[in-house]
């Protein structure tokens, strides 16, 4: 509230009246927030479209793992990818063969503990050449299957 709203001489100095305060929500933040990795953009959960969609720690762990260029974060320097450097030659069953390899490579570690189980991995080029992969996996963890879209040119 500004100095122009509150009559000078009313209360205190620096005196600032709070209206009274509503019920507050019963609800328990997330630790992450789902990040689409084609679109850069945060996604509205289905069941309560108010609502950003949160994350379980292995599926924030496996979209790191997706979304991020290898060795790009300095601090976690084998975190990360190699679908940008899939050769733009490949096509087909090729193309997803490879994309499926390096998919693999880059979740290598939540596959060896167990977290993830890896449903399938389809890789596509639009007409212009762009290279769009989409992995399914199933997150051991929370019970649940979930898709990451991945745009290797934007990682």
Do not use: C
Request: net charge neutral.
């Amino acid at each position: 509230m500004s100095a122009g709203e509150y009559g000078a001489g009313e209360g205190d100095a620096g005196e600032d009246p709070v209206a009274d305060a509503t019920a507050a929500r019963d609800e328990s933040p997330g630790r992450a927030l789902y990040l689409d990795g084609a679109s850069k953009a945060f996604t509205f959960s289905d069941s309560e479209p108010t609502r950003l969609e949160h994350l379980h720690p292995v599926e924030h762990r496996v979209g790191m793992a997706l979304m991020v260029r290898l060795g790009r974060i300095a601090s976690a320097p084998t975190v990360g990818n190699t679908l940008h450097e899939i050769p733009a030659t490949l096509t087909g069953a090729a193309l997803t063969a490879e994309a499926d390899r390096r998919v693999r490579l880059a979740l290598s570690a939540p596959l060896a503990a167990g977290d993830v189980e890896l449903r399938g991995v389809t890789a596509e080029r639009a007409r212009s050449g762009r290279l769009r992969v989409k992995v399914r996996f199933y997150n051991v963890r929370a019970a649940r299957e979930r898709t990451i879209n991945v745009d290797p040119r934007a990682s």
